[in-house]
């Protein structure tokens, strides 16, 4: 059964904004999504959000000494679990499922993203890499506060994202922040075009509603 979404005041800040100011619920509730100009507005808020929490935090991070791989990546796996449940249009992670209705487990979802349903990211992961990348570098620095099996993370290594030998991913911060960036910025661009997969902005819309209390819409 679908949870029942929160009712927020609309005055609630959802994002700073770029130009100073600040994006609440409200700005997005007004938003009718009925031309290219709606659309143009509503991943704008996204971009703030995104940017403001994440993206630059990861690149005030990196750009400040060597030793801060464990806080660059953490926020990167969470980036990453945040831009999954906006393709997917879910409102948690443990929400996502099989095409045949079944429940997908969180090793899976993230899998997926990272191997198909990403933008950038699926050209250097193959599943096992995922699997990988998943259980040693995102489940072991958010659970466990440490890389987990013999996955490191470490500066840079010319262009590569990772290094796998065995059962272990050597994954290159500055390499793994690039991509990032260009992940998050493939998926505002198709989302202002409108010209890559038919869902990706109805998804987009879903997700942020849960996010301003709004109920889900007829696609």
């Not at 487990?105 to 890499?129: A, G, I």
Request: aromatic share 12%; proline share 3%; hydrophobic share 35%.
């Amino acid at each position: 059964m679908p949870r029942e979404r929160r009712s927020l005041n609309p005055n609630l800040i959802i994002a700073p904004s770029r130009d100073g100011g600040k994006w609440t619920v409200k700005n997005w509730r007004d938003i009718a999504f009925a031309n290219q100009e709606d659309w143009d507005k509503a991943v704008s808020i996204f971009e703030d959000r995104i940017n403001f929490r994440y993206m630059n935090v990861i690149t005030e991070i990196d750009s400040n000494g060597k030793y801060s791989g464990f806080s660059v990546m953490a926020l990167s796996c969470m980036l990453i679990e945040t831009l999954a449940q906006f393709y997917d249009g879910l409102e948690n992670s443990n929400d996502a499922k099989f095409p045949c209705g079944h429940p997908m487990n969180n090793t899976d979802f993230y899998s997926q993203f990272l191997t198909l349903k990403s933008f950038v990211l699926c050209r250097h992961f193959n599943d096992q890499q995922a699997r990988i990348f998943y259980q040693d570098i995102r489940c072991g620095l958010l659970h466990a506060c440490e890389t987990g099996g013999n996955s490191k993370i470490k500066l840079r290594d010319g262009e590569n994202l990772f290094r796998q030998t065995g059962g272990a991913l050597t994954v290159y911060r500055k390499q793994f922040a690039k991509v990032i960036v260009d992940e998050f910025n493939a998926y505002c661009s198709h989302l202002r075009a409108n010209d890559s997969r038919e869902e990706l902005r109805p998804n987009f819309r879903n997700k942020m509603n849960y996010i301003c209390g709004i109920p889900e819409f007829e696609q």
